[in-house]
């Protein structure tokens, strides 16, 4: 055998394990909807534990009929707090816009095939409007976004991401490859924030943030499932550890299936777990109206028990999430809600688990969506004009 062609072949490997690839790149529109693709960046605040969000998004309607809902949004997520009860409400800053103020490029060109998982991710999402838009862009590593929606400017820069998986394919690994209704991915459990900037342009008040986590991520397909929950957080203690979990029940033809992701990592302890419905079973409690999830997953190996709780009051009012017919009343979410999480590894011998980690996870995010807010009061069939 050729040495030199097996070194190549080695360097090659090598290559796919260093260079990021992801599919964090945008996806081509497709001729017909409905379509969505949307991407989400959260900032955990390292030193003051106050975090924000970043969402924007389009959808490609089911039809080109009599479209009200906008098709283009980009939100900005505050935590508004009133220190005289010691509650911060999420807050949304929302810009809407039409597909003709959108401009989406790969490596600065027209989106022309979908994210190659073996390219590292180089886009700009663009929207402007008047005074009102912005750009997020992804390229050689390094995060950069800078949008006014509403009285906010938002500018800011992270680097150095934490993937997912060496594959780049994300929560879902091979599953990405299914034509599943809907897809999660995540780029970074936890990219590092060099610099960032809010600005509140009616006060002139403004904040900086210095040492923050950046969790990056989006999501893309028909539409939003009926009913679904997704968190995410990181650790304030020096081990760096990460989760996020998403799921929900997703509608196919003739079945729906409840279907959840889960990733844990402890880079400290050497931890880096996942769940997904081909590996483990699980079992979940639900309550949109106290803030109570409570999950239970069992892999052949492990077992994860995780409770999140978002006090009522620190929940937003509806949030927009795409649906068929555009960005519609969602969801509802917190910024200040709590994990805990407990890890058992199965014991061979003894057919019992023994606990590898405990560990409770402050200010994190958490979303109930669909049917699971409470009383459905976020259902799309609300009228437009109360968006
Ligand atoms: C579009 O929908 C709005 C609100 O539902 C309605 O008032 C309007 O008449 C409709 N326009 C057309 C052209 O159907
Ligand atoms: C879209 O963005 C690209 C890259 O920033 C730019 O070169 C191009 O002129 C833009 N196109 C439109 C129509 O604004
Ligand atoms: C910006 O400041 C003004 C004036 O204090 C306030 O009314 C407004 O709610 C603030 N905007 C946001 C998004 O916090
Ligand atoms: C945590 O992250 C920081 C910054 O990325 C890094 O310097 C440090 O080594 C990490 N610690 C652990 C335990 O992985
Ligand atoms: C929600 O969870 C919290 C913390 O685990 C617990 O104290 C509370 O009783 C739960 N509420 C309900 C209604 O289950």
Same mark, same amino acid.
């Given at each position: 055998?050729?040495?030199?062609?097996?070194?190549?072949?080695?360097?090659?490997?090598?290559?796919? +394990?260093?260079?990021?690839?992801?599919?964090?790149?945008?996806?081509?529109?497709?001729?017909?909807?409905?379509?969505?693709?949307?991407?989400?960046?959260?900032?955990?605040?390292?030193?003051?534990?106050?975090?924000?969000?970043?969402?924007?998004?389009?959808?490609?309607?089911?039809?080109?009929?009599?479209?009200? !809902?906008?098709?283009?949004?980009?939100?900005?997520?505050?935590?508004?707090?009133?220190?005289?009860?010691?509650?911060?409400? =999420?807050?949304?800053?929302?810009?809407?816009?039409?597909?003709?103020?959108?401009? &989406?490029?790969?490596?600065?060109?027209?989106?022309? $095939?979908?994210?190659?998982?073996?390219?590292?991710?180089?886009? +700009?999402?663009?929207?402007?409007?008047? $005074?009102?838009?912005?750009?997020?862009?992804?390229?050689?590593?390094?995060?950069?976004?800078?949008?006014?929606?509403?009285? @906010?400017?938002?500018?800011? +820069?992270?680097?150095?991401?934490?993937?997912?998986?060496?594959?780049?394919?994300?929560?879902?690994?091979?599953?990405?490859?299914?034509?599943?209704? @809907?897809?999660?991915?995540?780029?970074?459990?936890?990219?590092? %924030?060099?610099?960032?900037? &809010?600005?509140?342009?009616?006060?002139?008040?403004?904040?900086?943030?210095?040492?923050?986590?950046?969790?990056?991520?989006?999501?893309?397909?028909?539409?939003?499932?009926?009913?679904? &929950?997704?968190?995410?957080?990181?650790?304030?203690?020096?081990?760096?550890?990460?989760?996020?979990?998403?799921?929900? %029940?997703?509608?196919?033809?003739?079945?729906?299936?409840?279907?959840?992701?889960?990733?844990?990592?402890?880079?400290?302890?050497?931890?880096?777990?996942?769940?997904?419905?081909?590996?483990?079973?699980?079992?979940?409690?639900?309550?949109?109206?106290?803030?109570?999830?409570?999950?239970?997953?069992?892999?052949?190996?492990?077992? @994860?028990?995780?409770? =999140?709780?978002?006090?009522? !009051?620190?929940?937003?009012?509806?949030?927009?999430?795409?649906?068929?017919?555009?960005?519609?009343?969602?969801?509802?979410?917190?910024?200040?809600?709590?994990?805990?999480?407990?890890?058992?590894?199965?014991?061979?011998?003894?057919?019992?688990? +023994? %606990?590898?980690?405990?560990?409770?996870?402050?200010?994190?995010?958490?979303?109930?969506?669909?049917?699971?807010?409470?009383?459905?009061?976020?259902?799309?069939?609300?009228?437009?004009?109360?968006?």
């Amino acid at each position: 055998m050729d040495l030199k062609a097996v070194f190549t072949c080695f360097l090659a490997v090598l290559a796919v +394990k260093v260079t990021s690839a992801s599919l964090y790149d945008p996806h081509m529109f497709p001729d017909k909807g409905p379509f969505f693709e949307g991407w989400y960046m959260r900032v955990s605040d390292l030193y003051s534990r106050d975090s924000f969000g970043l969402l924007f998004g389009s959808v490609l309607p089911s039809s080109s009929g009599n479209i009200t !809902a906008p098709l283009v949004v980009a939100s900005v997520l505050l935590r508004s707090c009133d220190k005289t009860i010691d509650t911060c409400k =999420l807050v949304s800053s929302d810009g809407k816009f039409t597909l003709n103020d959108l401009n &989406i490029t790969v490596k600065g060109q027209p989106v022309q $095939s979908d994210p190659d998982k073996t390219a590292p991710p180089d886009f +700009k999402w663009q929207v402007n409007s008047g $005074s009102q838009g912005g750009y997020f862009e992804q390229k050689g590593g390094i995060t950069t976004f800078n949008f006014r929606l509403g009285d @906010l400017i938002l500018r800011g +820069k992270a680097t150095n991401p934490s993937y997912w998986n060496d594959q780049g394919t994300g929560p879902e690994g091979w599953l990405i490859n299914l034509p599943l209704p @809907l897809h999660w991915f995540v780029y970074s459990l936890r990219s590092e %924030l060099s610099s960032c900037e &809010i600005q509140n342009v009616t006060s002139g008040a403004v904040t900086k943030v210095y040492t923050g986590a950046v969790h990056l991520e989006k999501n893309w397909g028909n539409s939003f499932p009926r009913q679904w &929950i997704w968190s995410e957080g990181v650790s304030f203690d020096n081990d760096n550890a990460t989760f996020a979990m998403s799921g929900g %029940l997703v509608d196919f033809p003739f079945l729906s299936v409840n279907a959840y992701l889960i990733g844990y990592r402890n880079p400290m302890k050497k931890l880096s777990l996942d769940f997904r419905p081909v590996d483990s079973l699980i079992s979940t409690q639900i309550d949109g109206c106290t803030g109570n999830v409570s999950v239970s997953v069992y892999s052949l190996r492990y077992k @994860l028990d995780i409770n =999140l709780v978002a006090p009522v !009051a620190t929940l937003s009012s509806c949030l927009l999430g795409p649906e068929m017919h555009g960005f519609v009343r969602a969801c509802v979410e917190s910024y200040d809600a709590t994990a805990t999480i407990q890890i058992y590894e199965r014991n061979l011998l003894l057919f019992g688990y +023994k %606990l590898i980690e405990q560990k409770k996870f402050e200010k994190i995010a958490l979303e109930f969506g669909g049917m699971h807010v409470c009383g459905g009061k976020c259902s799309n069939s609300m009228p437009p004009e109360e968006l």
